[in-house]
Nanobody
Framework: VQLVESGGGLVQPGGSLKLSCAAS????????MNWYRQTPGKQRELVAG???????NYVDSVKGRFTISRDNARDTVYLQLNSLKPEDTAVYYC?????????WGQGTQVTVSS
């Protein structure tokens, strides 16, 4: 499974971005998908997850601001980021586990700054 993230960039506080994670090599429709983020010197943090059935979960710090969704026909997972704060600045990674093997994308940088 190959995962490719896109959609990151520089945005002002309060702004929005929509991240995409396109999968290839295997359909993702049967697998849970996750978004993580990481800042220098810190561990990678689970931000949001979506099950194969569409159930979602979020870390408390992004609840009400971020929305994860999936389009199985396009083998793509999205993360809508609203009301962005400087502390959301990080590299955002897409992740899944298939048959016990963990897959990661290359990451996309999100920078929230005025």
């Amino acid at each position: 499974v190959q995962l490719v993230e896109s959609g990151g960039g520089l945005v002002q506080p309060g702004g929005s971005l929509k991240l995409s994670c396109a999968a290839s090599g295997s359909s993702i429709r049967f697998y849970a998908m996750n978004w993580y983020r990481q800042t220098p010197g810190k561990q990678r943090e689970l931000v949001a997850g979506i099950s194969s059935a569409g159930s979602t979960n979020y870390v408390d710090s992004v609840k009400g601001r971020f929305t994860i969704s999936r389009d199985n026909a396009r083998d793509t997972v999205y993360l809508q980021l609203n009301s962005l704060k400087p502390e959301d600045t990080a590299v955002y990674y897409c992740n899944t586990v298939v048959l016990g093997v963990r897959y990661w994308g290359q990451g996309t940088q999100v920078t929230v700054s005025s």
